[in-house]
């Protein structure tokens, strides 16, 4: 056996999970060399977290409470972060925007994905928006978390183009198919420092 120690990974979802499920999938057949340590989901239902625990990996939830800042709202995450030893914080869906405080706690080891050729179209509604916009093509950005929103140094990017007559739907499905492909790809390089 190796000594090669793993490098160690949160990730932090709202939703459906399924880009988390593509990495977790990615580390079980050896194309991503990291260990998944924790799920954390703002939302205690969010199905992704079952999807998590199903698979055998930790979960945890974090509620973030109205009327608090949202630095106090994101303790828990960090104190999460720091007891589980975490190398790498990776976004997979998660929908509450991390203030700059958070992110200077771990600077350069966050990892976004969303679903646009940024800096098109950033925000909550990418794919819509680029639908509404009549843009010719909707895409897939990776990038290091810096204090702004969908915004910092891109890792990795692949367009996908329009057709005509698509809609939220038929866009957002061939979008998930490449940011299943890209996300473990990307973060295989960037941990071991190939990127
Ligand atoms: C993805 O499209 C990602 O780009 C965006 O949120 C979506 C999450 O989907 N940030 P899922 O929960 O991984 O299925």
Redesign the pocket.
């Known amino acids: 056996m190796s000594e090669h120690k793993k490098p160690r990974v949160a990730i932090l979802?709202?939703?459906?999970?399924?880009?988390?499920q593509a990495i977790v999938a990615a580390c079980r057949n050896g194309a991503l060399d990291a260990e998944i340590a924790v799920v954390i989901s703002d939302n205690p239902d969010a199905p992704?977290l079952a999807k998590a625990r199903d698979a055998g990996i930790e979960t945890a939830s974090a509620v973030y409470e109205r009327g608090i800042p949202r630095e106090k709202n994101e303790q828990l995450i960090a104190e999460t972060i720091r007891q589980k030893k975490i190398d790498w914080i990776v976004?997979?869906?998660?929908m509450k925007i991390l203030s700059a405080s958070f992110v200077r706690q771990f600077p350069g080891r966050i990892v976004?994905?969303?679903?646009s050729m940024l800096p098109a179209f950033p925000g909550a509604h990418a794919i819509r928006d680029a639908l509404e916009a009549g843009a010719d093509c909707a895409g897939?950005t990776i990038h290091i978390v810096d204090e702004m929103v969908d915004h910092g140094p891109i890792l990795a990017q692949e367009e996908i183009p329009i057709r005509p007559g698509d809609t939220e739907k038929s866009l957002?499905e061939r979008?998930?198919a490449v940011?299943h492909r890209l996300y473990p790809r990307t973060l295989q390089q960037l941990f071991h420092e190939d990127v």
């Open positions: 979802i709202s939703g459906t999970g399924s880009n988390m992704g976004l997979a869906g998660f976004n994905i969303h679903p897939v957002a979008i998930h940011e």
